[in-house]
């Protein structure tokens, strides 16, 4: 293995040794996280041969099916950072409400972290990639109290720092800090993720544009145009475009963010919120997006900037290449 390449514990080690003010409990937190991830990547490389795959029979709070998987990566994910001494608390699709640890340790802890502990859930028995997403905040309640409900209802631009693990072709895990974008992917000869996509930009253009086509004709006019738009796009104006869509949002917004693109769940006449939920989906892609010179909006106003009311509300959400995010938002601008 090449010595210069740094391991996700050396790297955030290197970030805190820049910043002698730095507590390491940011450091400490990422790198729970990375542990959750290995473990959660062990069972989803052996899915199909362990007990993993399939429904519980129960639905979450959000009315969905919750597969094996979730739970499980829910479990990991919540364990490791109830057991660091970075995180007072977390906020999970996979739980109705938030949870407080309720020790001495966590309670004196300076973040409270956001989960999806398993993105892509329908993809998870048929193969496909699938992911984790996470947001981490400053708390805002008193150190030494428990974690309260404001602690997690912060707008997104107060990430602190956000990311996502994906388990494909490769397990990596992406991070984003005021400071940048970092790449980080898993060399299972070590165990250990490694740096290999230092400092991450998002393509100004791209020629790949990711929707879920069946909703259509219950998008918004301005939507449409602009879908309509990317369809019709010749060489002469730098296309074709190819539409890429997995069903996995760390899926396809990872490849747009590496090769430049546009994603959007947009609201439809059915359900105009969207499908997409704000605290630990689209605020922690929003974060990574704007950090790497990409846009993530509603529609209206940047992601970042809602004021969340609760814990699993949903927004409709478009992100990616800052020029395909103006063309967006002209169509929708000039739509009647
Ligand atoms: P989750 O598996 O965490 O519930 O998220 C699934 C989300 C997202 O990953 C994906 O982009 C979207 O659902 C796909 O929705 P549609 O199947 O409606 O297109
Ligand atoms: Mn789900
Ligand atoms: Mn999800
Ligand atoms: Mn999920």
Redesign the pocket.
Known sequence: MNRSILTLDEFTIQQLKRFPSATGELSGLLRDIGLAAKRVNVEVNKAGLVDILGDTGRMNV?G?EVKKLDVYANGHFTDVLQRGISCAGVGS?EMDDFIAFDDEISRQSKYVCLI?P?????NIDVNISIGTIFGVYRRVSERGTAATQADFLQQGRSQIAAGYIIYGSSTMLVYATRRGVNGFTLDPSIGEFCLSHPDIKCPAQGTIYSV?HGNFFEFETGVRKYIDQCQQKDQQEGGPYSQRYS????A?MHRNLLKGGIFM?PGTAGKPGG??RLLY?CNPFAFILEIAGGAATDGKQSILDIQPTTLHQRTPFFAGSREMMDALGDCMLCAP
């Open positions: 959000q969905e699709e999806d398993l993105d892509g859930s329908s879920n069903g996995s949002m760390v396809d769940y499908k997409l989906e």
